[in-house]
């Protein structure tokens, strides 16, 4: 089975600085991981995806992400972070041999920036 | 940019009444899916679809639930009799299909707010 882990409720940083929102996975096979935000009241929107290559993704933004395969890891990060940038994050996985592409969610991290 | 959109974006039913959400996906894309997030819980996977049938479901998608693309653009969720349970926003997602026959990313729509009194 399939899991995905936010271990953090809440980030809170002030703007301009490094931001980073934490996510572990477990799949059985290769993973595909993805992140995704979601502004209030607003459908979730596609930041960035690791499937296979280099281990730094890059996405909208100005946001990245880390591949660790070690760790079992996929930590979303921004070096310089804005007050829009406020919001709710969702790291997500599925697994290569599912053909079907079924996504597993984590619980979501809720980022607060301030001013 | 193209995106997905639903309709309506709230829904109030009464307890045992049907509900159909709409969804148009992205015009290109194959694949299709429902999810729903209960307020202040994670995102659920309910349904894939692809090909005019069920791919996967979850156990959360009982007999209550179908699924339709009933033209060549729309795409809906049925609820039959619906629960208080089922109060939650519901997303529509596509995604289109590499020259590998692999998924590619799925974008997802605003939701629907359903709320079953």
């Known amino acids: 089975a399939q899991s995905v882990a936010q271990p953090e409720d809440q980030v809170n940083v002030a703007e301009g600085n490094p931001l980073t929102v934490k996510c572990t996975y477990s799949?059985?096979?290769?993973?595909?991981l993805f992140w995704y935000v979601q502004y209030p009241n607003r459908g979730l929107q596609f930041l960035l995806k690791y499937i296979t290559g280099d281990n730094l993704v890059k996405g909208s933004y100005g946001f990245e992400a880390e591949f660790n395969k070690s760790q079992t890891s996929f930590h979303l990060k921004k070096p310089s972070a804005l007050v829009s940038d406020s919001a709710l994050y969702f790291c997500?996985?599925?697994?290569?041999?599912?053909?079907?592409?079924?996504?597993?969610f984590g619980a979501g991290t809720q980022v607060v920036v301030t001013p | 940019e193209p995106e997905v959109t639903q309709t309506p974006s709230h829904q109030v039913t009464q307890m045992g009444q049907e509900v159909i959400l709409r969804c148009v996906p992205i015009?290109?894309?194959?694949?299709f899916y429902w999810y729903r997030q209960i307020l202040g819980q994670k995102v659920e996977f309910l349904v894939s679809f692809y090909n005019n049938e069920i791919s996967e479901k979850s156990e959360i998608f009982d007999d209550q639930f179908s699924v339709e693309r009933p033209d060549g653009s729309n795409f809906t969720l049925k609820i039959r009799s619906t629960k208080l349970e089922d109060s939650a926003m519901y997303f529509c997602?596509?995604?289109?299909?590499?020259?590998?026959?692999?998924?590619?990313?799925?974008?997802f729509g605003p939701g629907t707010r359903l709320l079953v009194l």
């Open positions: 799949v059985s096979g290769n993973p595909y």
């Open positions: 997500a996985v599925r697994s290569i041999p599912d053909s079907w592409g079924k996504l597993q």
């Open positions: 997602a596509s995604s289109a299909r590499t020259s590998g026959g692999l998924q590619e990313t799925q974008y």
């Open positions: 015009s290109n894309h194959l694949y």
